[in-house]
């Protein structure tokens, strides 16, 4: 079955029904309302968990609160990662909950500098995007010398050296036991079991506690049967690779593996699907022909697939800003949560220091265009007001076709938002996008419209040659 | 906005249920829960306890399980649209396409093979455009003529179709009459004989007249015009195609009510097999997920039954160009222009191919060659071989 809403009263009748706040919340009610809309953790609870005769609730309250596809939790002494935790198959039947981290991968015959390098690729990887810092979030340590020693020295290494969380990459479990002896903190990922290795692999993951891949390229039958002897070897947490093909030999594969094994989590209530998924697109390093800039290009392809696609890990090679930078901005969009439109409060922003003469310009309220406009008109150091108006969080030019940006709602807002009586003249710069709209707009406010550029990033220039006093009188003469 | 359909909002559900049964105040009070059963009535099924088996064993051997492919049923089916006319069908076309037909989600390969590859077609411009740097540099010789631009498309990269876009007819651009506009689609279906996909400027009023001169200058050809939208008088318009050879794209901006509202007026003037929609894609980082989710939408809703969605799907991916990550400047780490930019227009494009889209509208000659190269490796592709990638972990990688 597809997923479905849980009842918030069949959440309720588990809690203490004691209205303590303790949650946070105002009762018991509202905070099942919030546990069902996933908006908090049961754990915030505490009687739930500290008091004896709530134990079975709890229990029975986890257990019904668990995401078909588990989430997993791994860690460094400074940050913690979410990977799984899924509901669904499609974002729009609820939302998607966790973004898939992308780990940078490092191997232990690399140098130091080399090693520094690449860490601080990912570390300092970080880009602005309406007002959200996106990042890249793990370090992956893949032992390529399959010694031991190197293994656990570059381990020591790359953990003393980075604040993110560890993937740690071996099938041989040697190596692995002395990768995971390095890290007497934290909790990574161990990649991987395979038909190979299970048992031995399975040990350490439980020796040590921790979450365990599997990994079977192109073979979910060996995938699941490894993915249920683990569990019942008691591994508390997996994740699975069903393998990551890249181009002609396989990606027909890996985006039917991926499909499958979600579809058969959300939509089949089977088990042993719901794991997070971990794609690899690093292979495309080799599996495709070509120089450095190639294999990067079908890396960054293969990966967006699997952004879309279902992955809830990715492990990747490229040092390159461009084969990241689309790629967090796709994850950031796909993971947004569609019961909330990306938008910021419509109303008057005062930009510098404007005065009585000052521009006054017209936007919606879509965050990105607030952001961009607003950094656009800060970047050009123009004093002036701007006013966003309730687009319903869309985008001017999807605004305009969609009648969301209509001249009643620009006339209401030039009241509402006391602009009237910040500036004596009467004129209102609209986006270029909405050229269309100058006459009704007009006709509505009863202000002079000036038809703006059709990129934000113009405005200074436009405002420069535009807002001029000759032309403001003749424009309010007219 | 489809987007922000709250009948799909849990939280929308119980607060309405809530004002409904207005007696309940939740601040302050202790609820009965008997009593909260009595008016709510959930019904709503709680997920079924999954069997916890924890208890450790000792495992020597592998536990074997089957995987079973996915269950599933789809009784819906797109209609198929067959875009071009070739000299035996009263046009003048070399090849024609046919769009659509799908009974299954997209690249669900699994359980089939879509029956129609998606098509690619290449944007050109009936004036000189600002374009941005990456692009221009492909067409910079041949974009004063629209037919000459049209060739470069098809010979050198590959265009399956052509978008000619008739901008030049806005009244806020150059407002160049339908007859003038006319001729540059005679032109181009005189230089290249690939099916012409005809666009107009916008403007829903010019786009009419500018329309009916188009598709009587392409008579016989069955072009695809780009787009009959809400905003337009469809009693003129669609009552003037009526009876043209013609496949007419339904533009509606990311809004499935709207997008049903407009093909069910179409009914009236057309046949299904002559509309597809466009749903309307965004960039990345430029609303892509609404017009991603719009899309998937549209296209579940079409397969599950919905017989106001059994439509192809066309995608604009050149918006993606709109995003400036795909065409400014930035920092020496983000990479050169020329490279983001194709890669913005690329994954947008793949976004759209996984959400169903049939129809791409593209530009960067990169771009396409991606493209073209994933749709094969899906629909023709080999299995992957454990060989290939069993080492990945401990592999010397450049
Ligand atoms: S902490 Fe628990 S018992 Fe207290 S109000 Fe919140 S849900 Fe109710």
Partial sequence: MPWKAISPIEVYKLLPKTNCKKCGEENCMAFAVKLVNMETKLELCTPLLEEAKYKKSYEQLKEMLTPPVREVELRSDKKVVKIGGEYVLHRHELTYINPPPIAIDVDDTMSKEELIKRINFAESFRYTYIGRQLTLDLIAVRSVSNDPEAFKKTVNFVASNTSLPLVLCTLNPKVMEAGVSALPNGKPLLYAATKDNWMEMADIALKNKLPLAVFSPGDLDMLVSLAKTLLNMGVSEIALDPGTFVGFNGLRTTIDAFTMLRWKACNEDYDLAGWPLIGTPITAWKMVDGDSQTKAWWEMITASMLIIRYADLLIMHSLEGWVYLPLVMLRFNIYTDPRKPVAVEPGLRIIGNPNEMSPVMLTGNFALTYYIVSGDIEAGKVDCYLLLADTEGIAVECAVPGRKLLPDNVAEILKSSGIEKKVKHRILIIPGKAARLAGDIEDATGWRVLVGPLDSKDIPKFIEEKWKPENIKKLMES | ?398
């Fill in chain 2, 1 to 398: 906005m489809a987007e922000n359909d709250k009948t799909e909002v849990l939280s929308a559900k119980i607060w309405d249920l809530l004002k409904k049964y207005g007696e309940i105040v939740l601040e302050d009070v202790e609820i009965e829960v008997d009593e909260l059963e009595l008016i709510f009535q959930p019904g709503v099924p709680v997920a079924i306890a999954k069997p916890v088996a924890k208890a450790v064993e000792v495992v020597k051997k592998l536990v074997e399980e089957k995987f079973k492919e996915p269950e599933m049923e789809w009784t819906g089916k797109i209609v198929e649209v067959k875009i071009g006319a070739t000299k035996s069908e009263g046009g003048t076309r070399d090849r024609t396409f046919i769009i659509g037909g799908e009974t299954l989600p997209a690249f669900y390969m699994f359980k089939g093979i879509m029956p129609h590859p998606p098509v690619i077609a290449m944007d050109v411009f009936d004036m000189k455009i600002k374009l941005p740097k990456s692009i221009r540099m492909h067409f910079e010789d041949v974009m004063e003529d629209p037919a000459e631009w049209a060739k470069r498309c098809v010979e050198k990269y590959g265009a399956d179709m052509i978008n000619l876009h008739l901008v030049s007819t806005d009244p806020y651009i150059k407002d160049t009459p339908p007859s003038e506009a006319a001729k540059v689609v005679e032109e181009v279906l005189q230089a290249v004989k690939v099916p012409l996909c005809i666009g107009g400027s916008g403007d829903p009023v010019k786009d009419v007249e500018v329309f009916k001169k188009v598709v009587d200058v392409a008579e016989g050809e069955r072009i695809l015009l780009n787009s009959l939208n809400l905003d337009m008088k469809l009693e003129d318009i669609a009552e003037y195609l009526k009876n043209k050879d013609v496949v007419i794209i339904a533009f509606t901006p990311m809004d499935l009510d709207k997008a049903r509202e407009l093909n069910r007026k179409l009914y009236d003037y057309v046949s299904k097999d002559r509309i597809v929609m466009d749903t309307n894609i965004a960039g990345i980082g430029y609303g892509l997920e609404y017009g991603f989710t719009v899309m998937e939408r549209a296209r579940l809703a079409a397969l599950k039954g919905d017989t106001d969605l059994q439509h192809p799907i066309a995608a604009g991916v050149t918006n993606a160009w709109a995003a400036r990550e795909a065409w400014i400047k930035m920092d020496p780490f983000w990479g050169p222009k020329e490279i983001r930019g194709p890669a913005w227009e690329t994954i947008t494009g793949l976004t759209a191919l996984l959400a169903g889209a049939d129809y791409f509208m593209m530009m960067h000659p990169y771009s396409i060659r991606t493209m073209k190269e994933i749709i094969k490796n899906l629909l023709e592709g080999s299995p992957g071989k454990a060989e290939d990638i069993y080492d990945w972990v401990s592999a010397k990688l450049g």
